[in-house]
Each structure stands twice: as structure tokens, then as C-alpha cells.
């Protein structure tokens, strides 16, 4: 009798250790699916443009050419006035303000003010374009410091041009120090989880190259 009693124990005791078994199999599928539920279902990636040469890096780490075109795309965006920049000027920070910090942003209005008081706005149609021979690919490592994994400082040189009507009123070869950080929070807003902290320093009027001189004529 007793040892139909000790296998009934022995029984009970399997039966047990099973259901712990289960029950922890289940809390760890619970975890599991809990992380599943959490992770990021799309990462940003950034490809060098020139895949020339084969690219290994970490998915997290932004390389110099995509932190150029970021700024000089976005800085040019905002300095788009088609018809009016009182209007224009206004409605691009607006627009822009998921690739714009919010102490940019700020400082920006305060600018759209300025202007504004001074009458620099009005009828105004604005553009800004690249200097040829000043890009990216001219002076690489001139044009992005790296400052850590999450700041860059971006050295654009531009012609900003300005118009009232028909009648161009300036064109300005300019440097602009732009600050570019990392804020990748709103992927939906700003995909490429970069953003605009305006100026490192004070813009610089810079001079026009000359232009290559003409070759002297041969003498027969």
C-alpha cells in the first residue's frame, strides 16, 4: 500500500514541477512579446551616396555627407520666398519646425520680426544656391566638424539672392555656420531624426573668386 502511495506522491510532485514549467514558459513568452510589441519597426539608415566602394558602419551612425545635405536642404527650404516673404518667410518655419530645434525656432521668429519691422519682407522673393567649387565634395572635411556622435557643425557657402518684383535688390556670397544635431524623436514628423540648431557663429560675407584668367594669344 505504501508504495502506491509513494508513486501517487511521486505523480503529484511531476505534476507540479510541469505546471511551474508552463507557468514560466508562459511569463517568458509574455516578456518576449512584450519586446516584440516595443521595438522599432523601421530604422533610419544612412547610405554614403557614393557606393562606389562597399560601406560598413553602424546603423546608428550618420556620416558626414548626409549631415551636409540635411543642412543645406533644409536651410534652403527656409530661405525659399517664391512670391512674398512676409508670407513665405513666415509659413516655411512653420512647415519646417519638425527639422528645427526648439531654441531655432524661437531665435527664427524673432529674425521673421525683425525683418519685418525693417521692411525687409515685403515683396520680397528670396533664393539661396550652393557657390560652385564651395560643395561637399570640394573640401570634405572643411565643410563637417564633428563635434560628438550627436553634434556636427556644417560650413555652407552660398549666394543668397533677393528680389522686389522684377528688380533684384541683392546678391550676397555668404558662409553660414550651421549647427546640426541629432533628434530623433518624431519619425513620422522627421524622418531623418536630424535637426537644424541654427548658427555656431555670426555669418560672413565672403568674395567672389576670380575668374580664371584668359590665355595670352600666340604671337605668330
Known sequence: MS??????????AHIRTLRLGAGALFVLALVLGVGWWNAPRDLTIHVPPDLR????????????????????????????WPTNGEEDYARNIHALSAYLTPGCQHFLRLDYEQRQRTGELRQR?????????????????????????????????VS?????????????LVRYPLKVVRL???PERNP??????C?????????????????A???P
Open 217 to 219: 594669344p600666340e604671337t
Open 125 to 157: 522673393v528670396r533664393g539661396i544656391y550652393e557657390i560652385p567649387g564651395r560643395g561637399f565634395g570640394d573640401d570634405p572635411t572643411r565643410r563637417v566638424r564633428v563635434v560628438s556622435d550627436r553634434d556636427w557643425v556644417v560650413t555652407l557657402d
Open 3 to 12: 508504495r502506491f502511495k509513494n508513486e501517487v506522491t511521486h505523480l503529484q
Open 160 to 172: 543668397a539672392d533677393e528680389y522686389y518684383g522684377t528688380e533684384q535688390v541683392k546678391r550676397a
Open 192 to 197: 531623418f531624426g536630424l535637426a537644424l540648431d
Open 184 to 186: 530623433d524623436i518624431d
Open 53 to 80: 566602394s562597399g560601406s560598413v558602419r553602424k546603423w546608428w551612425d550618420v556620416p558626414p555627407e548626409s549631415i551636409y545635405a540635411f543642412a543645406f536642404y533644409i536651410f534652403q527650404q527656409l530661405n525659399r
Open 199 to 215: 548658427y555656431d557663429g555670426t555669418p560672413q560675407r565672403i568674395a567672389a573668386e576670380p575668374p580664371p584668367a584668359s590665355p
